[in-house]
């Protein structure tokens, strides 16, 4: 058996059969409820004011996180606040582990400066049910998974009782999962925003993301509110050429060289999840002279590091040998070279004023 195990998307290779994997995690909402009954609900009283959300790649793993600002305009409150991720797919480990989430660890949350324990719920994903209906109680859950693992479900809700004093309030929680890949994709992540809705003011006064990804890494960003190219490189990078594939009002091509890639709205209310991968190369295999063709050249040198070199043919080995003269922006005296990289990517972008060390 061949394995690759990261977040959101777990590949497995198993004799022969490929399957995808994936599960997604995102920001707080809030919940009324004792113990494992937990039901989503509208807070009527407490607005989110701030949210930064931090996501840090260190090879296959994920740190995420999250800085909040709430106020709280009455007396102190008590909300069971919850964060939810929804479950792994099969085959995938579909159980919890230790109750929670087999691929989240070292979930941590501060409120004004005090550690608070967190216990878990678990939440059918069945619409047909009502919502006080859906919770569900672990031996319950694991028979339920028993029962049919692939079409198992269900949203794992890490709550916590926060004390909201009256005026402002500081929330932090973070976390440590395993991120995505499967075939086409080194890696990959996807976010629940919309939970952040159920807050009093209906959004986000004031949201930033920070994308911290490391060097020469190209997304496909998908985010709500991201169409006017409001992104900025704290290092350097860029977007996909204006005559690349045509973009939708959320989505982006992303290519980041160095430093972090942030967003920041005012007033942002999501109607959408964020998600980002990171893609791989894409081959077509010819079995008669047992050699692979490249059909897709992606800018990361995370995807270039899993490539088999002797497997090229010789004109891909010649694409290989100069890609990174092609992030750079050189401007090839070699026609064939020039017009590849126009032709099959949307990241090259020749640059008159670079001249190769």
Partial sequence: MYLISQMRLIFHIILGILFNIFYLIGNDGSYTGSGNQ????????????KEILTIRRIDGTAIVSVY??????????????????????FPANVHPKNGGHPYIENFNVNVNGKQLKHTIAYLLNDESLPANKRSIALPKLIKYIDKDPEGASFTYVYSFKVKFKKGHNIIKHDYEYQMSSSIGMVFGFDYKLTPANRW????????????????YVGINLNMYGIADKNLVFTGSGHYGRPNAPENTNHKENVFIESGQLIFHAKDYHPEEELTFDCPDFYFDYNSDNDQRTLTSIPYSVIAQEQIYFEDLSPFDKKIFENLQLARDGYIFPDKSLYEYFMKNTSWYIPDPEYKPQ
């Fill in 200 to 215: 009093a003011n209906g959004q986000i006064d004031d949201f930033t993301l920070i994308l911290d990804l490391g060097e």
């Fill in 68 to 89: 909040y600002e709430l106020f709280n305009p009455g007396d102190e409150k008590e909300v069971i606040v919850g964060f939810e991720a929804d479950n792994s797919s």
């Fill in 38 to 49: 937990l039901v989503p609900v509208k807070e009527t009283d407490i607005a989110l004011e």
